[in-house]
Structure formats: structure tokens, C-alpha cells
């Protein structure tokens, strides 16, 4: 039997989803890492920290987060009074799959005291365990509000924990955990992709593995383009701000290449390795978002308990900017 979403067009299926939208009173979240049609049909789209904003700050009373599954879980904690809808909830990350809440409760056990501040790519149960969230966006402003007699497990990140050490000068302990997807962009695809254009400002995302050895080569002269350090929506802003005729290589995953040339065209961008390419993001399909608004699916609802003890964390992410 065939099945309306098989014949409709993708025309169709756009329609289909604005009209939906309106019916439902939702608004659609969607991550720099979408795929280009998501991104397009999307309320919203933006970084960690500008998606947990948009979260709690919208009026609409259903929220569908085209995005891995943590993202839909914070915003479903930031707005309890929402119903927040995963497209698929199966979408996971490597990164928040690299500690547990239980192995946080040992760290902790071992640095009573410590002040902990997890990245905001962890699941639910261990930002509960947390004092302060924080994106790519405005760690070293977390980590610079902290009072420096106090000690600092940072997780679960080990390239921005580095990164955060050097810009920062504070000493942390570092979880040695690491996305997938940014570890396999190397120095190796850095210097090649330096070589080949340049006249290109190289703009890394601190996730990357290759962000240290970026800010290393730099500080001794040996990286012949200008190098920023940022997170995916200060790329958007760099971007933007460069004169048209501009050209970037970037160093994250190829999904922000999309926002990038829709909202600063006029300028070129190279991605430094063109397989960083998050399965779990690409999981999410127009398809799916369609579904979720036709069939109010997949609602994304977090433990009472854990919600409350892991609000304040977020909260403080969002507040610190």
C-alpha cells in the first residue's frame, strides 16, 4: 500500500509542514549540523547555546528539535510546560556517550570539592550531577566566572578542555572523552587544506583534535593563514563580518557550510576535511520532521528528579552567555 508521504513531493512536503505548524502553534529548533533542507524549514537554527535560548524563551507551547537526542533533552528541561518532540530520537552522540553519570559520581568522589562543569553535549542524568553547563560558545566565560582557589573537572570534551586550559590558564582536570566526527579532522588535513588556499582565514571549531596544534603552529609563525578558535555560530559572525570576496576553510562538521553560504554569501568556503560528517545529525530527514508534526511523535520527557537538579546547571549556561 502506498503511503501519503510517498507521493508527496518535497514542494508538498514543505507545504504540508508550514501548514502543520500553524495548526499545531509549533516552532521548529534545528542545529548547524542539519541537513540542508531541515535547516530551511527550520524557526531557528544555531548553536547549542542559541537552540537552549530559543527553548526557553518561545511562546509556542510544542517545540520539534531537529537535533541529537541531548539537545531535545535539555530543552525539554528548560521548558517543562512544553511538549518537546524529537523527529528521531534515536539520534544519538558519540561524545555525550562518552561518560556516564555514574562515572562522574566516582570523579567526583575522588576531587570533593571540585567544581564541575560538563559541556552541554551530556545526557540529562549527568548534568544533573553538574554546576555549570557550558557550549563551545561560552565555556571560557564559565570557566573564567569560577573563583580560582576552586578546582575544576571539566568533561567531556578533552580538545576544548585543552583548548580552555590554554586560553584560560587554569588548571583542570579533563575528562578524555571526544566527538567522532571533530577528533578526525587532524593537523595533517589543516596543513594541507593551509597549502592549498593561502589566502584563506582558517576558522576551527575547539572540539576539533587539531585546534591545539592549530593555536601551536600559529603562536610560532608556522601557520600561513589567520587562525579563529570559535564555535560554530561565531564562524556564522566571522563570516558575515568578512568583506564579500572573502575566502575560509573550515574546520568542523560540512553541515554549518550550508548556513554559512546562505547567510554570508559573496564569500567562499572550503571545508577542511569534507568526511566530517555526523551520522547521528544526518539521522533527522524532512521526512521525519513532517511526521513528528502530523503525529505529534516523538515526545522527549526527562525524570522530575533529574530535570530539577540539572535545570540549575543549564540555567547557568544560559544566563552566562
Partial sequence: MITLDEILTQTEMVAEINRLRKTRNAVILAHNYQVPEVQDIADYVGDSLGLSRQAASTDAPVIVFAGVHFMAETAAILSPDKLVLSPDPTAGCSLAESISADQLRAWKAEHPGAVVVSYVNTSAAVKAETDYCCTSGNAEKVIRAIPEDKEILFLPDMFLGAYLQKVTGRKMEIWAGECHVHAGISARDINIAAAAFPGAELL????????????????????????????????????????????FLVATETGILHRLEREAAGRTFHPVNRAAVCRYMKQITLEKVYRSLRDMVYPITVDEEIADRARLAIERMVAIG
Fill in 204 to 247: 576551527v571549531h575547539p572540539e576539533c583534535g587539531c585546534a591545539s596544534s592549530a593555536m601551536y603552529s600559529a603562536a610560532r609563525g608556522k601557520l600561513n593563514v589567520p587562525l579563529h578558535v570559535v564555535s560554530t555560530e561565531k564562524m556564522v559572525d566571522r563570516a558575515r563580518e568578512a568583506p564579500a570576496g572573502s575566502e
